[in-house]
């Protein structure tokens, strides 16, 4: 079976849930809050894991509280975090109203900064497939991560750009995507990207074809509760998302992702492969993921 390479963050996650966002200068109380592992590359690794597929999760830990959270808490996980680093950990606040939607307030510390020498010491042979998120590459330091990926365009590498793929700079999205095989993104993120390079998209079926067109690789775009659209090789598809009760959609389009790049290292089709990731991803949207019902 193939073996994947998971780049990014692993984050101690603050999950503070609380019946609706507060207005300037509102006072409210919280429902609960409980901190847990998180962070884009630790939730696809840990959905690839899940599905039995090998992965290395190529992310860094640092000092702090929250990072030895994160290597307590990594102990008994199915992927651990390979890379230590001297340089202070942050979190992550995520903010979810009682409708399941969530807000991000990141503090970025060790677990975004990546450097040099870990990719010059990395042996890539074993791997077919590398994951990659943007909340990485917007960092001074991810021009290290864009480096290695034009060095090994022979792989199947996925990106995943993020809720900021807006915020970051069009010359590293640009060399980002011109090495990557796949793009997955949300509606809200691919309109966003249009939009800043002035060729703006009135949906996501426009949006897909667009940026296949435009990068030459396949293209995923989720969006909620509503249809996700593929398009490879210029071929657009649908695909019907099962209704489910929202109780929380933190991590849904990370497994989403995941699920993906699982079942295309077992040998499915781009199809196949969106099919079951929709229902991965339906799973996650019915959890609860601070463990409390």
């Given at each position: ?10 984050v ?7 019946d609706q966002?507060?207005?300037l200068?509102?006072d409210?109380?919280i429902?609960?809050?409980k901190?847990t592992?998180?962070?884009?590359a630790?939730n696809?690794?840990?959905?690839i894991a899940d599905l ?7 992310s860094?830990?640092?000092?702090g ?11 008994n996980?199915?992927v ?6 001297e ?9 979810i109203?009682r ?15 990546f ?19 943007g909340l990485?590459?917007?960092e ?5 991560i ?17 809720g900021?793929?807006?915020?970051l700079?069009?010359a ?9 095989s796949l793009l997955?993104?949300?509606r ?6 249009l939009?800043?390079?002035h ?9 897909a074809?667009?940026l296949?067109g ?5 293209v995923?775009?989720?969006?909620g ?10 071929e657009?598809c649908?695909?019907?998302v099962r ?10 389009g990370?497994?989403h992702?995941a ?5 295309r290292a077992?040998?499915?089709t781009?199809?196949e492969?969106v099919?079951h ?8 949207v019915?959890s609860d993921s601070?463990?409390?019902?």
């Open positions: 079976m193939k073996k994947i390479l998971v780049i990014g963050s692993t101690a996650d603050i999950h503070i849930h609380l966002l507060p207005t200068e509102e409210v109380n429902q609960y809050q901190m592992l998180g962070g884009c630790f696809v690794a840990s959905v039995g597929v090998p992965c290395t999760l190529f860094p830990v640092g000092k509280i929250y990072g030895d959270f994160i290597l307590n808490e990594s102990e996980a199915k651990r975090p390979c890379l230590r680093s340089e202070e950990n942050g979190c992550c606040y995520c903010l109203d409708d399941g939607n969530r807000t991000f307030m990141s503090v970025h510390g060790a677990e975004y900064h450097k040099e020498e870990w990719f010059k010491e990395l042996d890539v042979t074993p791997y077919d497939l590398i994951y990659v998120c990485e590459i917007e001074e330091t991810g021009k290290y864009i480096d290695f990926l034009k060095k090994n365009t022979g792989k199947y590498i996925c990106y995943a750009p993020g900021r793929i807006a915020e700079p069009v590293k999205n640009e060399e980002t995507m011109q090495a990557c997955h993104l949300n809200r993120e691919a309109l966003a990207y939009e800043k390079l060729d703006p998209a009135e949906n996501a079926r426009e949006a074809q667009k296949n435009r990068y030459h690789c396949d995923v775009i989720t969006d509760a509503k249809e996700v659209v593929s398009c490879e090789n210029g657009l649908a695909y019907p209704p489910v009760k929202q109780r929380n959609s933190t991590g849904a990370d497994a992702c699920a993906i790049l699982a079942c077992k040998g499915e781009l199809a492969a099919r990731a929709n229902e991965v991803s339906a799973k996650v019915m601070s463990g409390k019902d």
